[in-house]
């Protein structure tokens, strides 16, 4: 994984005393180490251990065998391999009666053997702490693997016993990753795809006082726990979090007071994902309760100041998600954005040149970059720094998966900035699938003319592709042609009618048509030719066998019609073709429909609050198509324009908001409705228009914060 091209003679000084560096290399025959410290020593009593992450990358044995660490004095440190994923990294925790010396890491032996100063792997599930030589009490870790599945997801089986746990453990295919962590509490997979995997907690914790102890689990699968290797709180099988998440699978234990060990294990398919372990530390009856941190121990956080080889620095990054785009017009992709570093620990000389094989066919160059990928998938990722000293390469194969849940690490971008990042790629070198999911995020990201071209790139590179693959090619760049205003409308209109091929399923064909219904008489103002395309999906509808879905694809269309109607300012028939698409569908009763139409503004504010805009489109959506007849009501269209605008679309805001205002002139949502208007007018270069808007804000004579900032705004 690690090549370098130096000098053709090295001296002895230069083998066993780095570049740059004091301390004399003191393995020989290891090719790399790590130079740590620990900043901040825990201020927590009895702590002995020191805990460290190693950027390993493939330059350990896959079974870490030749791990090794030394002290200042370069005396043999005992020490536990807590977790280890050759291609990655490891995690070690080692004996640190001295937290304010130097450690030193070595790794890259082919031959080494196991040390015997490390402490012995930890035994099965239920086997309690490891036994022998020097056992850190201070270490508490989680670390995520892939869970096997069965064949036929029918036959799919949770385990009933520890015994099977123990063999879904066994059999894993992968490791997700790991961390050092005090608590059992979670609900995704921070380290990979959630969709199936297990996970492992495992560490020493303390008990504050001898006395009873309940315990409670609740997990969405199987999970098993143990004290000490003895059974804590099992919930085997398959099973709901509802049915625990009062702690209705509890325990109670008898505890001394001081260090014990813990263990628990979850594992989980597609379904929602919870693995917990409450607490009730007391034996009397009563609610149980989150287990604090101070519970769980942590070592000291060392880290790591040089990773080096007996030549001088050694090239390392480790990848970082930044954030991931759901594609809004479909129920399926993910666009997801990577930060890549090249490691300071410490830096290659300025003049050194990096380059980047991303693993997708695209390249950068730079010590820092990011990009984004369009499809998920193993990538093998690959830095190579040219420096005056020689080459140095190194990779790490990186999984894009699925993410399942927006929460602080794993956030929402921006279609925009995601397309300003991906419109250079060099399309020649993209996959099929890259380029048909290329030509979605352009789309979606406010570049149309971009997108056609990728369109022409994907026809012309891939010319035997799937007629119905093609179809929806050619269907989305004649969206985009449409949305350009460039060229003649019925080509534009012959397009969308190519892209309706003979295996183009009903309801898709008929979802084509509501979005060209739209496209035509609303964006291109052609109301006619938009009642000529609605009759043609009356045809489609008659002729297709009706089931669920092709109703519901039908009403789809008439409220497409609706919209055109409305955006004429022709109400009563908007009106009534809103009310021919509610009858469609199921009958709601009023007191519910009030219901529903009240609680959406609630949830679109806290989609916003936690920066989940790709939900909160999907909800404005379910809103109108819900309930259609509440769209002459403005609120939804004003809904809709405060997300593009949270989303980075002033363009597309532009329309909903100033269609809410002319809608219901004197709506509680009024002056801010004006202000998001101004906002995305000014954001659009249309300055004067904004100017004007700002204008009407304050001739509205509503005292409230938007107005007041369109006074200040307009001061300056």
Not at 286 to 297: A, D, K, L, N, R
Not at 345 to 355: A, F, H, I, R
Request: hydrophobic share 35%; net charge negative.
């Amino acid at each position: 994984m690690h090549l370098r091209d130096g000098l053709a003679v090295l001296t002895l000084t230069l083998i066993t005393c780095p570049a740059g560096a004091a301390e004399p290399w003191r393995l020989p025959d290891w090719t790399a180490r790590a130079v740590v410290v620990i900043p901040a020593p825990s201020t927590e009593a009895g702590v002995d251990a020191a805990g460290i992450k190693i950027l390993c990358q493939g330059r350990a044995k896959p079974d870490g065998a030749d791990y090794r660490v030394l002290d200042a004095d370069g005396k043999p440190v005992p020490f536990q391999l807590d977790f280890h994923d050759a291609d990655h990294y490891s995690l070690l925790t080692f004996k640190a009666d001295n937290p304010k010396q130097k450690f030193y890491v070595y790794f890259g032996n082919p031959k080494g053997t196991r040390a015997a100063e490390q402490t012995p792997d930890v035994p099965a599930p239920g086997g309690g702490p490891p036994t022998g030589g020097w056992v850190p009490h201070a270490d508490f870790v989680y670390q995520t693997i892939d869970r096997p599945r069965a064949a036929d997801i029918t036959k799919e089986h949770d385990p009933d016993n520890i015994a099977e746990m123990a063999k879904l453990i066994a059999d894993s295919k992968g490791k997700d990753g790991a961390r050092y962590q005090r608590r059992i509490a979670d609900g995704y997979n921070p380290f990979g795809s959630s969709e199936y995997y297990i996970s492992i907690y495992r560490g020493w914790v303390r008990v504050p006082k001898a006395g009873p102890y309940q315990f409670c689990t609740v997990s969405n699968k199987a999970s098993f726990s143990f004290l000490d290797g003895k059974p804590l709180v099992h919930w085997p099988g398959q099973h709901t979090v509802e049915r625990g998440a009062r702690g209705e699978v509890n325990t109670k234990v008898d505890l001394t007071a001081g260090l014990h060990y813990l263990e628990y294990y979850h594992e989980t398919t597609p379904l929602e994902h919870m693995a917990y372990l409450g607490w009730r530390p007391s034996g009397d009856a009563g609610q149980f309760s989150p287990i604090p941190e101070s519970f769980y121990t942590a070592p000291h956080i060392a880290v790591v100041t040089a990773y080096e080889d007996a030549k001088g620095p050694l090239l390392t990054f480790e990848p970082v998600i930044v954030d991931s785009v759901w594609p809004v017009e479909r129920n399926e992709g993910q666009y997801t954005r990577v930060r890549f570093t090249a490691g300071k620990t410490p830096p290659l000389p300025e003049v050194t040149k990096y380059q980047w094989d991303f693993g997708d066919g695209q390249t950068a160059t730079g010590p820092e970059v990011e990009h984004v990928y369009l499809t998920l998938g193993l990538q093998t990722v690959t830095l190579t720094a040219q420096e005056p000293a020689g080459t140095q390469t190194v990779r790490w194969p990186l999984s894009v998966f699925e993410i399942e849940h927006v929460v602080d690490q794993f956030k929402e971008g921006r279609p925009k900035d995601y397309a300003k990042l991906a419109k250079g790629y060099d399309r020649n070198k993209l996959s099929a699938d890259g380029l048909q999911e290329l030509q979605h995020l352009l789309a979606e990201g406010d570049e149309p003319a971009e997108a056609v071209e990728v369109g022409k790139t994907l026809l012309q590179r891939f010319p035997n592709a799937e007629h119905l693959a093609q179809g929806r090619v050619r269907r989305l760049m004649a969206d985009c042609a449409v949305r350009m205003g460039q060229g003649n409308l019925d080509e534009a209109i012959a397009n969308y009618e190519a892209a309706l091929v003979k295996e183009t399923p009903a309801v898709e064909k008929l979802d084509v048509l509501a979005h060209l219904i739209r496209l035509v008489g609303v964006q291109r103002e052609q109301p006619e030719k938009a009642a000529s395309i609605f009759a043609k999906a009356d045809e489609t509808a008659k002729s297709a066998k009706v089931d669920d879905e092709v109703q519901a694809a039908y009403r789809r269309v008439v409220i497409a019609m609706g919209d055109v109607r409305l955006w004429q300012g022709k109400l009563d028939d908007a009106r009534s073709l809103y009310t021919r698409a509610e009858k469609l569908g199921a009958f709601i009763p009023s007191q519910v429909r009030a219901a529903r139409l009240g609680a959406y503004p609630d949830s679109l504010q806290e989609y916003l609050e936690t920066g989940n805009t790709g939900a909160a489109l999907d909800l404005v959506d379910k809103w109108d198509e819900k309930f259609p007849t509440d769209k002459p009501n403005g609120h939804s269209f004003f809904w809709r324009g405060k997300v593009l605008m949270r989303r980075g679309q002033p363009a597309d805001a532009v329309r909903y908001l100033d269609r809410s205002i002319r809608l219901t002139t004197g709506a509680s949502f009024e002056t801010e409705a004006r202000w998001l208007l101004a906002e995305a007018l000014d954001q659009t270069d249309r300055k004067d228009e904004a100017k004007r808007e700002l204008a009407k804000l304050v001739a509205v004579g509503v005292n409230d914060e938007f107005t007041k900032k369109a006074i200040e705004k307009l001061k300056k």
